[in-house]
């Protein structure tokens, strides 16, 4: 993820700000810059690459002044250079961005049709031309500010500085975490409370709709409505953990919310939205060669497996076996030449999927690694890395790595469809343009978050839950169950819809949820006779559907969850996010460890 630090000091800013994107890096980053205000000018520094590229760029080209932002960015909107680097300037504003501008074309146009020139691919762009133009016309800062915010649809994290303002920033905030820090004679804003660490430990958490104007003396927050209010300060503590909660209750609903935005950093590393093709980073394997591909993971990686399975055969026409790492090797599985062994775990460090790995690799298959630590040892193993850049989870009960590993294989699967020949460019153009969809359908799909927690009590006191779908809908409710199970305790299986009447039927009772996960497609009217024959026998349902899919269905429903209608190719990455609500909430209701379940540890290291 994006990392965002801004000063208003006593002193030089330049090598502060950054220190504190150094410790932003394990965010993972592609370019990074800072811009300061001396003398009347606003001073912009930007590099591609890594931070030390930036520090050369100030060794040779300081950039003075006490007042600063800086950002690193990954990619999502643009490629990775130094054009594209924050923060993006005017005459008059300079900012960065965390988070996605969803209407940016729209924004985009508007500027150029009013005669504004860009200079970048990103839609972090727009909001800089967007401000400054009302600057321009005579505007204050507030009141562009004010009339700005407003036109802005998705998610950001905003830190501006204006050149005839010379001793303040403004933040804002809205689905991206910011937070305001309180020095002696300074004040701060950082992504986190690990960002300005080494300045403070007194910090505040902007709330949603929040923005501040930060000066020497302190900070005023306004809220969405424009009014002034405070928000609590608080000791971030000595050891400035890792990653903080921010406002959130809980650090697996923070990670639920912040899939779209690393989805779409994580996608942004496998498809090119200028000419809307497939591209993986450099790889020395000719994935077109691969005759046969072997998955292997545990838990959550191997229901994202189980998805990839129809992927693969479906674009690629390649035959996939999948197993779960623990039984992989003791099956004796046949391991012909020519084939790709695909390991896929959030850590790198789980110590079943491993030793799979380097059976695999002893057997002469070509290792894959879908991994969340690029620095992990299965990452280190891998003949192709497939990075995640999910970012940190710190949630026991994996969220956001699913989504990107989902991402990434459905990136993947394309690729390899595309090298065998079994994709036309019209196709492939096809696939991207439903992939780059993803994001704003995930928070499509985060807007019925109230709606979930309000039905939650419906489940809470069940002790058992079962969970249907068809196709790739299927692994999405073994995961559907699997996170039920992890941290509300409730006994839940997921079953294939079509498998009910041979033999689970039996279970269905007045006192067990029946959850069916059936967007409207091709599959849809068979999932929907199988949930009636689960309403004949008085299972309670909840139906997760699309519009059409609830008109057709939702009669029979003890609750519904209403979803965006959405191509088939991302309907489990959509269809992810009312599962782990559901499930979220349903914990919350009970009253369990939602971050760290009974029994449960984020990485597994002991087979």
């Known amino acids: 993820m994006c990392g965002i630090i801004g000063i208003v000091g006593k002193q030089a800013v330049a090598d502060r700000l950054v220190d504190g994107l150094k410790r932003m890096e394990y965010r993972g980053y592609d370019s990074a810059g800072i811009c300061t205000i001396d003398g009347g000018e606003l001073i912009r520094r930007r590099a591609e690459g890594k931070l030390a590229n930036l520090v050369e760029e100030l060794r040779e080209h300081p950039a003075a002044g006490d007042v600063g932002i800086a950002h690193t960015r990954w990619a999502t909107h643009g490629a990775p250079t130094a054009r594209n680097a924050h923060p993006h300037a005017t005459e008059h504003v300079a900012l960065v961005h965390n988070g996605i501008i969803e209407n940016y074309k729209e924004l985009r146009q508007e500027l150029l049709d009013d005669g504004r020139k860009l200079e970048s691919e990103t839609d972090s762009e727009v909001v800089t031309h967007l401000i400054s133009r009302r600057i321009e016309s005579g505007e204050s800062f507030e009141d562009a500010i004010r009339n700005v915010l407003p036109r802005l649809r998705g998610a950001f994290a905003l830190a501006i500085v204006f050149r005839d303002h010379p001793d303040m920033v403004v933040g804002a905030r809205l689905g991206s975490p910011l937070v305001v820090g309180y020095g002696e004679g300074e004040t701060y804003l950082g992504s986190d409370a690990l960002a300005l660490a080494p300045l403070t430990q007194r910090i505040s958490y902007l709330e949603e709709g929040d923005w501040v104007v930060v000066t020497r003396e302190g900070a005023q927050i306004y809220d969405e409505t424009n009014e002034l209010v405070e928000r609590p300060i608080t000791h971030s503590g000595a050891s400035a953990a890792a990653v903080e909660k921010g406002n959130y209750r809980h650090f ?4 639920i919310f912040e899939q779209p935005t690393v ?23 000719d994935l077109g060669e691969i005759n046969r591909v072997t998955i292997v993971a545990c838990g959550t990686s191997y229901y994202a497996g189980l998805v990839a399975k129809y992927w693969f055969e479906q674009f690629a026409r390649l035959p996939v076996d999948i197993d779960v790492a623990s039984e ?15 390991f896929i775990s959030q850590s790198g460090e789980t110590a079943d999927t491993l030793a799979a790995l380097r059976h695999c690799k002893e057997n002469g298959q070509t290792i894959g690694a879908v991994v969340n630590v690029p620095t992990s040892t299965m990452a280190r193993e891998a003949d192709v890395l497939l990075p995640t850049h999910a970012g940190p989870e710190i949630g026991v009960a994996s969220t956001k790595a699913f989504t990107c590993q989902l991402a990434v294989l459905a990136a993947l699967a394309a690729h390899m469809a595309v090298k065998r020949g079994r994709l036309s460019r019209k196709q492939e153009e096809e696939i991207v343009e439903h992939l780059l969809e993803a994001p704003a359908s995930l928070n499509a799909a985060l807007d019925h978050d109230e709606d979930i927690a309000a039905m939650a009590h419906l489940i809470a006191p069940a002790r058992d839950v079962l969970y249907l779908g068809r196709g790739q809908d299927y692994p999405l409710a073994l995961e559907g169950a699997l996170k039920l199970k992890e941290i509300s305790y409730i006994h839940a299986e997921g079953y294939a819809a079509g498998e009910m009447k041979h033999g689970p039927i039996a279970l269905i009772d007045e006192n067990v949820p029946v959850i069916v996960i059936a967007p409207s ?24 559907s699309d519009g059409p899919g609830i008109e057709q269905a939702g009669e029979d429903c003890m609750a519904t969850i209403l979803m965006p209608q959405v191509h088939p190719l991302i309907a489990p990455l959509v269809y992810a996010v009312p599962v782990q609500l559901l499930a979220y909430h349903v914990a919350v209701a009970k009253g369990t ?15």
Do not use: C, H
């Open 593 to 607: 460890d939602v971050d760290q379940p009974r029994n449960l540890a984020k990485s597994v290291t002991v087979e």
């Open 328 to 342: 992989f090797r003791y099956r004796e599985p046949v391991l012909e030449p020519g084939g790709l062994a695909l």
């Open 521 to 544: 497609g091709p599959l849809f009217e068979k999932t929907v006779s199988n949930m009636q024959e689960v309403a004949a026998r008085g299972g309670k349902i909840v139906l997760i």
């Open 263 to 285: 989805v779409a950093q994580t996608l942004a590393s496998y498809v090119r939205q200028a000419d809307r093709s497939v591209a993986l980073p450099q790889l020395d394997v």
């Open 252 to 255: 697996m609903q923070k990670e």
